[in-house]
């Protein structure tokens, strides 16, 4: 069963009509009981880092997501905010993050940016996989929709699993183990997102 984590943020029904559309079994997850039964596991995330850190600690299902992903290693992807929520901080507040991976969430710097691109970088944009047999199995030139003000700063650059140009080039998917993360909304994104929700359904 594909969890999705409701605690409050995200766009928790789009990801249920996909994958029920699919035909694959997904449900909405708000207990740690519920948690302990998913094979497979979506974070979504929107809004502040701090605001979405604290509704996810105070949900109940922080202990029982740590050990899912940590300690049973179920296969978890985060989805915007939900993959910034997965480094250990953020500079858009002080709470710490999951630190699931090594990694920092950065603003983008505006010196950066030339007259055609301003904060938050939102809409449609290239994503260029380094490694095409995981997330981006049968995604030839795939575009994302976006919308965020922050990126995600991998420490290691093998984290990597894909990249986008705003300005400047930042991580638009990673990897570390059983955990992924989009900074895009495949949510969103149509038949290349559909196609992204599938492929980690069928790891």
């Not at 630190?99 to 983008?108: H, K, N, Q």
């Amino acid at each position: 069963m594909i969890a999705l984590v409701d605690y409050g943020l995200g766009n928790i029904q789009a990801f249920a009509n996909i994958y029920r559309r699919l035909g694959l079994p997904v449900a909405p997850v708000t207990t740690a009981t519920e948690l302990s039964q998913a094979d497979k596991i979506i974070l979504p995330g929107v809004g502040a880092f701090d605001w979405a850190m604290q509704r996810l600690n105070g949900s109940g299902m922080r202990p029982a997501l740590d050990e899912a992903v940590l300690g049973r290693k179920v296969p978890v992807i985060g989805i915007c905010v939900g993959m910034q929520m997965m480094a250990r901080r953020s500079d858009e507040g002080h709470e710490p993050g999951l630190g699931w991976i090594d990694a920092e969430v950065r603003r983008f710097d505006i010196a950066c940016l030339n007259q055609r691109t301003h904060l938050p970088h939102m809409g449609w944009n290239d994503v260029a996989p380094v490694t095409t047999d995981t997330l981006f199995r049968d995604l030839p030139d795939p575009q994302f929709y976006f919308l965020h003000s922050y990126y995600f700063a991998a420490a290691e650059a093998a984290d990597v699993l894909a990249t986008t140009t705003y300005g400047v080039s930042f991580a638009s998917a990673v990897r570390s183990g059983n955990v992924f993360g989009c900074q895009f909304h495949p949510e969103k994104s149509h038949d290349w997102g559909i196609r992204l929700l599938r492929n980690f359904a069928e790891m």
